[in-house]
């Protein structure tokens, strides 16, 4: 469909912060009935670096729609009431838990849980963060400390794990210090974009 077609620039642009605004509001409904429940959490993957960006330099934060939190397995049960109270219901698809909103039922606009110590996947040489490796930021915000977003983010390393991990080089989030301690493949992938960014 043409811009003219779906009512021209000013409507998309509309549409677009229509949808960064959901985005937002579907995060701080979950967060605040995680706190709520006294369930410990912490925002990952691209939100997770978006806050920590802005920690430094707002104008740099690139927008995503992908809300992911890492939680502890047993607190599943807790976790769901919680979400119940928001109005959104917990599924699991192909071994994925993700909370859907029941206004808005659609996977792609799921929030999808990460389980804190566990590994994302079978084949990656690292489990996720524990739970106690989350930081408090400012506006209570809970996230993934820098080291084991930054880990997780190599760990994972597609396209836009990559674009990420630029933008907190970028920001002057992550140097070389954090290379130490990481398995080698991990601190190749690391040394390879410190070295594309003159860092």
Same mark, same amino acid.
């Given at each position: 469909?043409?811009?003219?077609?779906?009512?021209?620039?000013?409507?998309?642009?509309?549409?677009?912060?229509?949808?960064?605004?959901?985005?937002?509001?579907?995060?701080?409904?979950?967060?605040?009935?995680?706190?709520?429940?006294?369930?410990?959490?912490? #925002?990952?993957? /691209?939100?997770? =670096?978006?806050?920590?960006? *802005?920690?430094?330099? %707002?104008?740099?934060?690139?927008?995503? &729609?992908?809300?992911?939190?890492?939680?502890?397995?047993?607190?599943?049960?807790?976790?769901?009431?919680?979400?119940?109270?928001?109005?959104?219901?917990?599924?699991?698809?192909?071994?994925?838990?993700?909370?859907?909103?029941?206004?808005?039922?659609?996977?792609?606009?799921?929030?999808?849980? #990460?389980?804190? /110590?566990?590994? =994302?996947?079978?084949?990656? *040489?690292?489990?996720? %963060?524990?739970?106690?490796?989350?930081? &408090?930021?400012?506006?209570?915000?809970?996230?993934?400390?820098?080291?084991?977003?930054?880990?997780?983010?190599?760990?994972?390393?597609?396209?836009?794990?990559?674009?990420?991990?630029?933008?907190?080089?970028?920001?002057?989030?992550?140097?070389?210090?954090?290379?130490?301690?990481?398995?080698?493949?991990?601190?190749?992938?690391?040394?390879?974009?410190?070295?594309?960014?003159?860092?």
């Amino acid at each position: 469909m043409s811009p003219k077609a779906a009512g021209g620039p000013a409507n998309l642009w509309k549409q677009h912060a229509m949808a960064l605004e959901d985005v937002t509001a579907r995060l701080e409904r979950i967060c605040g009935a995680l706190q709520r429940a006294s369930v410990p959490y912490a #925002l990952a993957g /691209g939100q997770a =670096v978006a806050i920590w960006v *802005a920690t430094k330099e %707002p104008a740099a934060v690139r927008t995503t &729609k992908d809300v992911d939190i890492l939680i502890r397995r047993e607190d599943l049960s807790k976790a769901r009431s919680a979400a119940l109270a928001v109005e959104m219901d917990y599924f699991e698809v192909m071994g994925v838990g993700m909370f859907l909103d029941r206004r808005d039922p659609n996977p792609r606009h799921a929030v999808h849980l #990460l389980w804190a /110590g566990e590994k =994302v996947r079978p084949n990656y *040489a690292l489990a996720s %963060p524990t739970i106690d490796q989350r930081q &408090k930021l400012p506006n209570d915000l809970s996230v993934v400390a820098l080291p084991g977003l930054v880990q997780m983010k190599l760990l994972s390393y597609r396209d836009q794990d990559k674009v990420h991990l630029r933008d907190m080089i970028d920001v002057g989030l992550v140097d070389r210090e954090l290379i130490e301690g990481l398995p080698p493949t991990l601190a190749e992938r690391l040394d390879a974009l410190l070295s594309e960014s003159g860092r």
